[in-house]
């Protein structure tokens, strides 16, 4: 049972242009949800988090944007450059400490 | 200050013996995460620990996959008997809090285990 869903395994850009990465999610009970960026043979690192409360969490190129009643989240990055190349997770917590991990989209921003 | 840390990198293993994995977390971190990403596939919770306690190993394989964090010394996924299944990056990862309080994971670069 795939409780987070991120449907495009792949998405190309422009450099300048901005890049949208979708993620869908079933379980209603999550409060708190985040991004990472993975590079190969790295870990992944945290970008930005939104917690079930607000709708938008602005940082710098990076906004997420949450709509409960669809249980839908994005990523917008703004304009995007070269070194976004890289492998984006959605993941979602219901408390009690742990993620569940969407199974990513692989960024490619070409100059 | 340094990330989480994990060693080794890379562990190759013949079918049937056994892995172990280390893990220290972010300094002042005392709740460590056991993910697993199996080839074109995203990141599995495995287990959740708080020292010398197992909160959650609700992910573990009900055989041969243990885990602990004791009060000294890194935090252990134990792999017995592995087979070829098991080949996979195993990352932990750490935080200060429970992650849903606002709390972010940080994860290091992950042990990639080869089963020959």
């Known amino acids: 049972d795939q409780q987070v869903k991120q449907n495009s395994p792949s998405l190309s850009v422009q450099e300048g242009r901005i890049s949208i990465l979708n993620c869908d999610y079933t379980n209603s009970m999550f409060d708190y949800f985040l991004w990472y960026k993975k590079y190969p043979a790295e870990g992944p690192t945290f970008l930005i988090s939104i917690s079930s409360i607000k709708d938008k969490n602005e940082d710098g190129r990076f906004t997420v944007f949450l709509n409960k009643s669809a249980k839908h989240l994005s990523l917008h990055i703004v304009p995007s450059q070269p070194g976004d190349s890289a492998v984006y997770f959605c993941a979602a917590s219901a408390g009690g400490g742990k993620l569940i991990f969407g199974q990513g989209t692989e960024l490619s921003v070409k100059p | 200050n340094a990330g989480v840390m994990q060693n080794p990198r890379h562990l190759v293993r013949r079918r049937g013996q056994e892995a172990r994995l280390r893990c220290s977390p972010v300094?002042?971190?005392?709740?460590v995460y056991w993910y697993r990403q199996l080839p074109e596939e995203g990141l599995k919770f495995m287990v959740y620990?708080?020292?010398?306690?197992?909160?959650?190993e609700s992910g573990m394989p009900k055989e041969r996959f243990s885990a602990e964090f004791p009060k000294e010394g890194p935090s252990i996924l134990r792999i017995q008997q592995v087979v070829r299944g098991d080949s996979a990056a195993y990352f932990c990862a750490s935080s200060p809090s429970p992650t849903g309080s606002g709390s972010p994971l940080h994860f290091g670069n992950g042990t990639r285990l080869t089963v020959t």
């Open positions: 620990l708080q020292k010398e306690n197992i909160i959650d």
């Open positions: 300094k002042g971190h005392s709740h």
